[in-house]
């Protein structure tokens, strides 16, 4: 009865999560998973850059599985919390930094993960052991060898245990309605690593680890010159509306452009003098761009008059609608903003907090405004009313997005000079790529 109840509880919480998810990104672009969603059982394995968002990413995803995520233990500390994370499939691991648990404890949560997997479950891990918002991906731990090795030797190497690597970018971590990418790699199996593990299981865990290291990195942006990791990131910045066009890899812009970042970097990493000269007229263009209050994510084209006119246009026709939303969604506006969002310094917790927080809040709002309404107005007027919020809503943020395009437009209509010095900059670059 428990499981059934915990089931119809997962399934209930897990439709708000994805609700949410739609008001958090304006695009969530997936490569890859196709191929290998009817895998089992599968060991899911990617870089961690945006804290317990990144589980709800492959929850969103992978819509015909309900995978079984590993988590740093210190969030169970509560009999109430540890229930809860249960609920919605976290499992705790023990991180020695955390003066937490114990190698025992770890090896009891090892045993359960084998039996999620005897039993065809798939299991996220997040092989870095932490978040960090930088696009490279960190060294990684040996926990997910360990697992995949221990279970499949359990089972005489017959389990046919899948690991599946992908990747995860997002346009903008913090914020809501930018582009989130998911791209996922070629699974494999551990049986592939029988013979090596039998001659020698440290080999084979390591070569194991570099695998799924190798494989998560060609589905995400890791800029490997990690020591100008800034100015690498202006570079790609700088190059995003160009990487698809000076790329081989067309599989994504995710591809194209860690592709084209690190050839630069490889490149300019053999002449220092040209790269510290390119650094400082990056470094000047960027700092050009934030004084105009240009978003660093503008596309440097020079505006047409059609095209401005669009734009105005666009966002004329969406003020109405921006005004009413706002109206609409003021208080758990307030609520999520003010008092949940703004007392957290970290900001790489915003968005999962966001995105958790108002799955709960707006519909609660919403059903409150539902009844309020049923019982004045009638209930088929008041469900009519309540129906248009969430559209309302991506009204709202879709004028928003406009209304940046447009006002980047209305910037570099008077600052020409800044397209001029770009062109001159992606020129410089295309030169190096040549």
Same mark, same amino acid.
């Given at each position: 009865m428990y499981n059934i109840i915990k089931s119809l509880i997962y399934f209930f919480l897990r439709s708000l999560m994805e609700a949410s998810f739609s008001f958090s990104y304006r695009n969530i672009i997936v490569t890859g998973y196709d191929k290998i969603k009817h895998l089992k059982p599968t060991l899911f394995v990617s870089n961690h850059q945006n804290t317990f968002m990144d589980g709800f990413v492959l929850i969103k995803v992978a819509r015909n599985i309900s995978p079984n995520i590993l988590t740093r233990a210190d969030i169970f500390k509560s009999k109430w919390a540890a229930i809860a994370l249960d609920i919605i499939r976290l499992i705790p691991i023990y991180r020695k930094k955390d003066n937490m648990g114990s190698v025992a404890q770890n090896n009891e949560i090892f045993k359960k993960c084998i039996s999620l997997f /005897?039993?065809?479950?798939?299991?996220l891990i997040f092989p870095e052991g932490n978040h960090a918002m930088e696009r490279f991906l960190r060294p990684l731990q040996k926990g997910p060898a360990r697992i995949a090795f221990q279970a499949e030797e359990e089972s005489d190497f017959q389990l046919g245990l899948n690991v599946s690597p992908f990747g995860i970018q997002y346009e903008n971590h913090p914020k809501r309605w930018y582009d989130l990418h998911v791209h996922f790699g070629n699974a494999f199996q551990v049986q592939e690593f029988q013979e090596v593990f039998a001659e020698n299981p440290t080999i084979a865990q390591k070569q194991f680890t $570099? /695998? +799924?290291?190798? $494989?998560?990195?060609? !589905?995400?942006? $890791? +800029? !490997?010159?990690? %020591?100008?990791?800034?100015?690498? !990131?202006?570079?790609?910045?700088?190059? /995003?509306?160009?990487?698809?066009?000076?790329? $081989?890899? /067309?599989?994504? %812009?995710?591809?194209?452009?860690n592709e084209v970042v690190n050839i630069l970097g490889n490149r300019l990493q053999k002449n220092a003098d040209k790269m510290t000269v390119l650094k400082s007229r990056v470094e000047n263009y960027f700092e050009k761009v934030k004084n105009s209050n240009l978003t660093e994510d503008f596309v440097a084209k020079k505006p047409t008059v059609v095209g401005f006119l669009q734009k105005t246009v666009g966002v004329l026709l969406g003020l109405p609608f921006w005004f009413i939303a706002k109206l609409i969604n003021f208080v758990p506006e307030y609520i999520v903003e003010?008092? +949940?969002?703004?007392p957290v310094k970290d900001i790489t917790w915003h968005i999962s907090l966001r995105t958790g927080a108002s799955m709960f809040i707006y519909p609660i709002f919403y059903l409150t405004i539902f009844v309020i309404m049923g019982v004045s107005l009638g209930w088929l007027i008041a469900g009519i009313v309540v129906f248009t919020f969430p559209l309302l809503s991506v009204v709202m943020y879709e004028t928003e997005y406009h209304f940046k395009k447009l006002k980047n437009s209305i910037i570099l209509f008077q600052k020409q000079e800044i397209l001029k010095e770009e062109q001159e900059l992606v020129q410089e670059f295309r030169s190096i790529m040549s």
């Open positions: /005897k039993n065809g479950e798939p299991l $570099d /695998k +799924i290291q190798q $494989d998560i990195s060609a !589905e995400m942006i $890791d +800029i !490997e010159w990690h %020591s100008e990791y800034k100015f690498m !990131e202006q570079v790609r910045l700088l190059l /995003k509306p160009y990487a698809m066009t000076w790329a $081989d890899s /067309k599989k994504s %812009s995710v591809h194209a452009e003010k008092k +949940i969002i703004a």
